[in-house]
């Protein structure tokens, strides 16, 4: 059964930094687009980040220099490296897979997503 497990999420200072962690079981983990997604207070879920099988990567715009997403396919793991942190990032922050090569920046065309990991940052 697919799995995807979320975890490094937690409080921080503005300014700080936290590295997510997405734990993958139950597919093909190196032939599919991996994706960051997040859902802030009272607002709909948006990108943060994608990297697709080839390692390319995309960004919101909002988090562009900040925020690296990196997959270590032998692990079956993706990461999102959170540096530069702003109150305006908290978020719960969600871990979705695509069965597909490329990234997408539309959640829609993600199939697996998991619980999702909360994110604070305090000013």
């Known amino acids: 059964q697919l799995q995807l497990i979320e975890s490094g999420g937690g409080l921080v200072q503005a300014g700080g930094s936290l590295r997510l962690s997405c734990a993958v079981s139950?597919?093909?983990?190196?032939?599919?687009?991996m994706a960051w997604f997040r859902q802030l207070p009272g607002k709909q879920r948006e990108l943060v980040a994608a990297?697709?099988?080839?390692?390319?990567?995309i960004y919101a715009d909002s988090v562009q220099g900040r925020f690296t997403i990196s997959r270590d396919n032998a692990k079956k793991t993706v990461f999102l490296q959170m540096n530069s942190l702003k109150p305006e990032d908290t978020a719960v922050y969600y871990c979705?897979?695509?069965?597909?090569?490329?990234?997408?920046?539309?959640?829609?065309?993600?199939?697996?997503g998991g619980q999702g990991t909360q994110v604070t940052v305090s000013s």
């Open positions: 990297v697709n099988s080839g390692g390319s990567t």
């Open positions: 139950g597919l093909t983990f190196s032939g599919y687009a």
């Open positions: 979705t897979a695509r069965t597909a090569a490329y990234s997408s920046a539309y959640e829609k065309r993600y199939t697996y």
